[in-house]
């Protein structure tokens, strides 16, 4: 993946700023670094119902999103269907921009379910 990267490149996710407290990382190195350690306890994932559209340089991609999760204690959680719009923009053969927007009202839905 990071050879995909333009050197660059920024990833944000406005949208889970009150559940992982969302930034804006900037650069190749930080990026991919921020991928490795948030990303790295999933263990499964699965999309359903993709649309895509590209136009100019910007790839736009709606699918559902369906994952698992190791929490610290090791428990396996699942989050089923989390709607999720990826939009990517290129600059030289590169992605230089990666924005997601997922609505997070089905990841707190399921996980405060698992908490009763």
């Known amino acids: 993946m990071k050879k995909l990267m333009h050197k660059d490149i920024s990833f944000y996710d406005p949208t889970s700023k009150y559940i992982f407290g969302s930034i804006k990382v900037i650069g190749k190195d930080e990026v991919f ?3 490795v350690g948030n990303y790295s306890a999933i263990i499964d994932f699965k999309k359903s119902n993709l649309e895509s559209f590209f136009s100019s340089n910007t790839g736009v991609f709606k699918f559902n999103l369906s994952w698992k999760f190791k929490e610290a204690d090791n428990k396996v959680v699942t989050i089923k269907d989390m ?3 990826v939009v990517l923009t ?3 053969n590169k992605v ?3 924005v997601d927007y997922g609505d997070y009202t089905y990841f707190v839905k ?3 379910k698992l908490d009763q």
Request: glycine share 0%.
């Open 33 to 35: 670094k921020n991928f």
């Open 83 to 85: 709607p999720l719009v």
């Open 90 to 92: 290129v600059e030289n």
């Open 96 to 98: 230089i921009s990666h």
């Open 110 to 112: 399921q996980i405060k």
